[in-house]
């Protein structure tokens, strides 16, 4: 059974920094894909930033440069370090899991994956 657990979210200043961390159980070691989504008020969900075992890691070009996802396969834990922070990142942000492999660049639509955390706000004020 797969659960997918997000934690590390808060309120922070614009210019400041936050880590989420997604804590996963039940995935497979190889043969993933992960990502981190946000939605807004008002505004459908996005990915921010995909990684996989054999993809490429991709990012939104709203995140490039300031955000870093990574993965602890030692602890079984997904992150996004999130640095130069902006109101408009404010957004619930969601991690995503998905059993799949393929090259390329690592996918970032909601409809490839299946299995999602409960979320963890993270607040800009600016």
């Known amino acids: 059974q797969v659960q997918l657990v997000e934690s590390g979210g808060g309120s922070v200043q614009a210019g400041g920094s936050l880590r989420l961390s997604c804590a996963a159980s039940?995935?497979?070691?190889?043969?993933?894909?992960m990502s981190w989504f946000r939605e807004a008020p008002g505004k459908e969900r996005e990915g921010v930033a995909s990684?996989?075992?054999?993809?490429?890691?991709t990012y939104a070009d709203s995140v490039r440069g300031r955000f870093t996802i990574f993965k602890d396969n030692a602890k079984n834990t997904l992150y996004l370090q999130m640095n130069g922070l902006k109101s408009e990142d404010t957004a619930m942000y969601y991690c995503?899991?998905?059993?799949?492999?393929?090259?390329?660049?690592?996918?970032?639509?909601?409809?490839?994956?299946?299995?999602w955390g409960q979320g963890t706000q993270v607040t800009v004020s600016s």
């Open positions: 039940g995935i497979r070691y190889s043969r993933y894909l």
């Open positions: 990684i996989g075992d054999y993809c490429i890691t």
């Open positions: 995503a899991y998905a059993p799949i492999q393929y090259s390329g660049t690592c996918l970032r639509d909601r409809a490839t994956f299946g299995y």
